[in-house]
């Protein structure tokens, strides 16, 4: 058990190395291979390739087993269809439902063919048939949802590769020392995905030097929606909250714009810039002051997520309180418009 702790931490340092020499290297290309680019021009939209490549590499190096014939190839097949789909948009531009044709492919991908969907453990009083219908759509609706998140928080450098720093290794804390079963598989994709990030963290920092583009918070996203469902594995409903929990600052924010869109009569499916992070920068706070609110909010409801699995007779205050924050950030979120509208 020692030696494989011990060569797991090494294959995770080296994962997220070659996630920062990739980075570094896409970055070097792109300078290369641009004509006379402007400042913000220079800038690539495409670092997500060097968190994919350095994943999957991590992952296949580690379990090579697993390759060509098992349920985590077949993610690998269906987050290649989400990498192409956020390369064509970085490059070319897709609209939104050009863009949702991409990711509603790969959900089905993963449903149909990696085998990966909510437990019936979840709603275990509701016919098996009734529950395959309910099932399928859950799955393909998260996936689609958290996907979508990622990509509407990625606004400011540093913003959704940090968050999601967190999230993936508060998940992967709760899941190793609070779950009935520990899946080692499933661990150390968590885990692997975040070092991935964290060897492109420093290129994306403010000022970024590289950004994550469609291509990486699509990716980023994707695996997160598809992780926590295979995570959910014969799990309870009360574990189907944590992964939400974790998420809560970028599923908030897309969940109000969705809310504002309605009552406003506009597309549910166009870009604007009234997300939290606009409505921040409009008070007059700079980038990075931003960015670390928001990693701090990350922060708090991942501490809340572990004390709600350390402490469960303290469950129901815990996530009273998870309550009463996301709702300070509603009321928050309606001053915030008021004022712009002043």
């Known amino acids: 058990m020692l030696i494989f702790l011990i060569q797991t931490m090494y294959r995770l340092l080296g994962t997220a190395l070659f996630s920062a020499v990739l980075t570094f290297s896409l970055i070097k290309l792109y300078q290369k291979f641009t004509d006379k680019p402007t400042k913000r021009q220079v800038i690539p939209p495409l670092g997500g390739i060097a968190i994919f490549i350095s994943f999957w590499t991590g992952f296949f190096s580690l379990f090579p087993s697993l390759m060509f014939n098992s ?23 897709l609209n939104p439902r050009q863009k949702s044709l991409g990711i509603l492919l790969a959900a089905n991908v ?17 016919s098996p048939n009734v529950f395959n219908i309910l099932s399928y759509v859950l799955t393909i609706a998260w996936i689609y949802f958290v996907t979508n998140a990622i990509n509407l928080l990625d606004g400011l450098d540093g913003l959704a590769s940090s968050v999601s720093v967190v999230s993936l290794l508060t998940l992967a804390i709760t899941t190793y020392y609070f779950s009935l079963s520990i899946r080692i598989v499933v661990l150390m994709m968590l ?20 950004y994550l583009g469609d291509t990486g918070a699509l990716f980023i996203g994707f695996m997160y929606a598809t992780l926590t469902v295979t995570n959910l594995k014969n799990a309870s409903f009360f574990s189907l909250i944590i992964p939400i929990i974790l998420y809560i600052v970028p599923l908030f924010d897309t969940s109000f714009a969705i809310f504002r869109r309605l009552m406003t009569g506009r597309s549910l499916i166009e870009r604007d810039e009234d997300h939290i992070h606009h409505r921040l920068l409009r008070l007059g706070m700079s980038e990075p002051q931003v960015v670390l609110i928001m990693l701090g909010t990350t922060l708090v409801f991942s501490i809340l997520a572990i004390l709600s699995h350390a402490y469960p007779h303290w469950r129901n205050y815990i996530l009273g309180a998870v309550i009463f924050i996301t709702a300070a950030m509603f009321v928050a979120m309606l001053k915030l418009s008021d004022t712009r509208k002043k």
């Open 71 to 93: 349920s985590q190839w077949n993610t690998f097949l269906a987050s290649g269809i989400i990498l192409l789909t956020g390369i064509i948009d970085d490059q070319f531009v």
């Open 191 to 210: 885990l692997l995905l975040a070092a991935s990030i964290i060897g492109f963290l420093p290129f994306n920092w403010f000022p970024a030097r590289i």
């Open 110 to 126: 993963i449903y149909f063919m990696a085998d990966i969907e909510f437990s019936t453990a979840l709603l275990p009083a509701i």
